[in-house]
């Protein structure tokens, strides 16, 4: 049995799909919420400069001015994961995502 956790699984989805590499550029996949967009993915260098996922977006602004914003695209991930684990199948039968970032 294994369980995969994939942290940064919206981040890489959108890598991926743009053929774009992570460098050192903070960057983070924002997303609307109640009072304001949130940060809903980020990469190392983001994390760096001491943003989390969850915050919102006026308070990583504060402490990162030059941050590069991306809005994410929760149904994109979704879509990705479960092609990811209709891809794993071939392994084992029994594969089947986990949350919004596990198989």
């Not at 190392?44 to 590069?68: F, N, T, W």
């Not at 929760?74 to 919004?100: I, M």
Request: proline residues 9%; glycine residues 6%.
């Amino acid at each position: 049995m294994l369980s995969l956790w994939l942290p940064h699984w919206p981040l890489e989805r959108l890598l991926r799909a743009n053929n774009a590499q992570d460098d050192e550029t903070p960057l983070v996949l924002a997303q609307p919420a109640q009072h304001g967009p949130v940060v809903y993915g980020l990469n190392p260098a983001a994390h760096a400069e001491g943003i989390s996922r969850g915050q919102r977006m006026v308070d990583a602004r504060a402490l990162c001015p030059h941050i590069k914003v991306v809005e994410a695209d929760p149904h994109a991930d979704t879509a990705a994961l479960k092609r990811l684990a209709s891809w794993a199948r071939r392994w084992s039968p029994w594969v089947s995502t986990e949350g919004e970032d596990g198989l």
